[in-house]
């Protein structure tokens, strides 16, 4: 059992409050990386902080219900509360839905991470080619490829988020694939 | 189907470390987000203790109806 499921298990049974806290912060030093990267590919970058605090006020509170067993379990919940406020702050302010970035963009972003660890030729050409696979197709297959080989949910998460179920999700990513290397090839 | 060569593999997983860490360091984490998490978790303490007093506090014995005056029938 790896140690979030382990921290999430204690924190369910642990009673007293100055534990707890020890417990949530340990929690949520572990999630909020990859939980903040959920939220700033979901939704425009202005908005993005305001819900992220309303996503982890969210997950704080109910963190003593979640009754899965499993790491992968505790994900899913998490991305389910995310989504749900995420949904709540579309209904007053859709305009706020991140619209997709043009490969200039995202190539600004990449050489941003260049900063800290600098990008050798081979590496940069696999990093344009990898940009190329995500951004050949048409916009829908864009944002599946992106949700699935950047944010990295899984075929699973996918299909929760979009109401579909999962093989339409997993044939659906393949055929973009396959669309996106035949456009590049 | 198209399948992942392990050149794709890797540079998509490549191109993803490389945009995470680029959003990270874009977008910091604000220190009062393990405030929020202090909060949230002391608010939700603090309702469960007021549940439980409410539990525990025994109901008070139920009075008895009080019957009706009976009519003064010298009246």
Same mark, same amino acid.
């Given at each position: 059992?790896?140690? &979030? ?11 007293? +409050?100055?534990? /707890? ?7 949520? !030093?572990?999630?909020?990386?990859? +939980? !903040?990267?959920?939220?700033? %590919?979901?939704?425009? @970058?202005?908005?993005?902080?305001? $819900? ?11 963190l003593k219900k979640f009754q899965g067993d499993t790491t ?21 302010? *859709? ?6 970035? *043009? ?6 972003m990449v050489e941003l991470s260049a900063q800290d660890a600098?990008? %050798?030729?081979? $590496? /940069? @050409?696999?990093? =344009? ?6 951004? #050949? ?18 075929? #699973? ?11 339409? $999700? ?11 290397? *035949? &456009?590049?090839? | ?5 392990? /050149? ?7 191109? %993803? $470390?490389?945009?995470?860490?680029? +959003? ?9 987000? +393990? ?10 303490? =603090? ?29």
């Amino acid at each position: 059992m790896d140690d &979030l499921i382990k921290l999430v298990r204690t924190y369910r049974l642990t009673t007293g +409050l100055a534990e /707890r806290i020890r417990l949530a912060e340990e929690i949520f !030093r572990l999630i909020q990386p990859d +939980l !903040r990267f959920f939220e700033f %590919s979901s939704i425009a @970058h202005h908005a993005a902080e305001d $819900v992220s605090q309303e996503i982890l006020k969210a997950i704080a509170t109910s963190l003593k219900k979640f009754q899965g067993d499993t790491t992968k379990e505790f994900w899913a919940w998490c991305y389910r509360i995310a989504r749900n406020k995420l949904n709540d702050h579309y209904r007053d302010k *859709s305009a706020d839905r991140l619209q997709p970035m *043009s490969p200039e963009d995202i190539w600004e972003m990449v050489e941003l991470s260049a900063q800290d660890a600098p990008i %050798s030729p081979a $590496v /940069r @050409h696999d990093l =344009e080619y990898a940009l190329e696979l995500l951004t #050949a197709s048409k916009p829908e297959c864009n944002e599946l490829l992106w949700r699935h080989y950047v944010v990295g949910l899984d075929y #699973a998460e996918i299909a929760e988020e979009r109401n579909l179920n999962y093989d339409a $999700v997993r044939m659906k990513i393949g055929r973009c694939l396959e669309e996106a290397k *035949s &456009l590049i090839s | 189907m198209a399948e992942l060569s392990q /050149r794709d593999q890797l540079a998509l997983h490549e191109f %993803s $470390v490389r945009y995470r860490a680029a +959003l990270a360091k874009q977008h910091q984490t604000p220190e009062q987000s +393990l405030d929020t998490v202090r909060d949230a978790v002391r608010e939700q303490y =603090e309702q469960e203790q007021d549940a439980k007093r409410d539990m525990t506090i025994e109901p008070s014995e139920p009075t008895p109806e009080r019957e009706p005056d009976e009519p003064d029938q010298d009246r």
